[in-house]
């Protein structure tokens, strides 16, 4: 038997106080259980469908924003924004926004390319990869 079932909510529509379980019922045998229950406590019920649906996304690509602009057609910042709103959401602090502007795909196929080529080192690649302005009289 197939029952469709609305999401759990913990919080009146009406006033917003907390809401308590009173009810349990058996589909299968019909038993009904009555009394106070605590709803299980999870930082995912306060996700909206639409914050959820990022949260998988993330997960499917495995947490790299890189991966995530390019399925979502959606710059850093604005992942990084979306993301943030969620650790809030889930009542966890977001870490400091770093102060360098992320690299482009192209920008670390460029930088990758040119160590290959020898073009520059590999410290001079590791900074630029990190977004960090390098100076180059001083790397050589």
Do not use: W
């Given at each position: 038997m197939v029952v469709k079932m609305n999401?759990?909510?913990?919080?009146?529509?009406?006033?917003?106080?907390?809401?308590?379980?009173?009810?349990?019922?058996?589909?299968?045998?019909?038993?009904?259980?009555?009394?106070?229950?605590?709803?299980?406590?999870?930082?995912?019920?306060?996700?909206?469908?639409?914050?959820?649906?990022?949260?998988?996304?993330?997960?499917?690509?495995?947490?790299k924003f890189n991966r995530m602009e390019e399925e979502m057609k959606l710059s850093y910042p604005t992942l990084r924004s979306r993301f943030d709103e969620i650790l809030q959401s889930m009542g966890f602090e977001a870490g400091e926004v770093e102060s360098t502007t992320p690299l482009t795909a192209e920008e670390r196929k460029r930088i990758l390319d040119d160590l290959k080529k020898g073009r520059i080192n590999v410290e001079e690649a590791s900074l630029r990869l990190k977004g960090v302005p390098v100076d180059e009289k001083k790397l050589k």
């Open positions: 999401p759990l909510i913990d919080k009146c529509p009406v006033c917003g106080e907390n809401l308590v379980v009173t009810h349990l019922n058996c589909l299968k045998c019909r038993t009904t259980i009555e009394g106070k229950f605590a709803l299980p406590y999870s930082p995912l019920t306060h996700l909206s469908s639409e914050q959820m649906q990022f949260l998988l996304t993330f997960i499917r690509c495995e947490g």
